[in-house]
Structures are given as C-alpha cells and as structure tokens.
C-alpha cells in the first residue's frame, strides 16, 4: 500500500473545551505533515457529541490544555462507555499527545485550587494537586531532555540527535507521578511540579506533558514520530515517512536554547 492509499484519523479531543494556549497547532502539525507525504487525513473532534465508537476510530489522539472549569465538564462528559474506549485504546498503543489538562485528566484525579477534586480516567498512574489559588503558577519556557526509554530510542533513531524538546508551560497545578515512566527530565523551566525534575509521563504511546507551545511545532520530530507509530498500528506494515525540509523549525530551536543558555 502506498501513502495514497492510507488514511490518518485524528481524535482531537474536546476542541471547544480543551484548547487553551494553541494547542489546536497540534493537529494542524500532524496532519499537515501527513498530508505533505500523501496521506489522506481526516480530524475528528471527539466531544459531546461523539460515541465511544468514534473514538475507537481514531488513530491518534491530540489532548489540550483546559481551564479548570472545562476539565470538569469534560470529565462529566467522559464516563462510561467513552472512558472504557479512550482506557482501550491508549492501553492498546494508539499513539497520542495530551497536554497540560489532558494529563491531568487521564490521571487518577486532579485538585484543583477552588473547588472538588475532579476524577480522572486513571489511565496514566500520576496524581495532579492546585496548591491553591495564591500559590504561583508554573509558567515560562520549558526544555526537556526526553528520558522515556523506548520513546528516546526511537526518537534519536529518527533524528540521529538526542531527543531535547522545547516548549512553553502555564499550569496551577502539580503532578506527582506514580509507577508511570516519566517523559522527560528538566532541563529549564518547572515541569511536573518544580520539585522533583520530572516532566511529563510516557505510556504505551501516550505522551503526556506540560508543555504547550503549541508542542508539535516546535518538535516536528515528535509529530512524524506520532504519525509514523499510528500507521504501522494500524497497516500492520513497516513506514518510512519522507523527510521534510525542517530548517526553519530546528533554526528556531537552536534560537531558544541560546536564549535560554541551555546546551542541547
Ligand atoms: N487546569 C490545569 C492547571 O492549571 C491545566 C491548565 C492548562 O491546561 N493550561 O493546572
């Protein structure tokens, strides 16, 4: 089969909900880079409306960042039938990015700064605690050197680089992880919960982290690596994808690290 032939279906979750700082420039990332190489893309939204059948459509799944407030409806809204799917999925690899609130939501619970905790779908073995609302927000620039060992790997065998990733992070509250490998270690910024140098978590092909940006631009690697890993799921065949020309991208990252006096 060739890429003509072959369809991505991105699940994009709760876009009216969860899409705080560009986040929908994750999805734009995937599936632009997709069809850049022949493939036929459709984006689905996955919210109010959806069936748990759409979501065990889908071949990749992109999560953004929510106010606390939305979290709360969208967990209202994925009980159920929807929470077994999305559980299956990721628990059956289908790769995925989630983002500052999804995390939090495929935790065990989140607390936010005002109000009841919110239960998450207890996927991703990690709890998320608001210290409050006078506590400080984690917000600044992000960079992470990705530690997730199979993630890592296949990373650098796709860029022949270490994998660093560079982002922006603007959450309240802080995560602890559990038994859940972490995604990456600090290299600047606050991660996970400022404390313990951890960002993120990896799991099956679920990426979770703090880092919006949006993520994906600025990481073109991570996307192709979604791409790739989602179409020999569900083709059953070995893809290679066709490099792009990335020169801006990467000339934008080596502009960052300098900034940030960061040595990657
Ligand atoms: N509500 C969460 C927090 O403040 C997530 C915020 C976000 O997604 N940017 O921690």
Redesign the pocket.
Known sequence: MNSAQMEIIIGWLYPKLMS??GDRGNVITIERRAQWRGYNVTVLPLDQNSTAEDIRSVDVIVGG????RQ?EIVMRDLQGAKADAMREKIENGTPGVF???SP?LLGHY?E?GFGQRIEGLGILDLV?I?PGENSK?CIGNLVIEVTASRLAQELEAMTGTKPYLVGFE????RTKLGKVEALGRVVYGLGNNGEDGTEGAFYQNAIATYS?GPLLPKNPFVADWLIQTALRLKYQQEIQLTPLDDTLAMQGRLAMFKRLKVSC
């Open positions: 705080t700082y960042g929510a106010q606390d979290q983002t500052c609130g939090q989140y936010p998320s608001h927000r603007n959450h309240g509250g919006h």
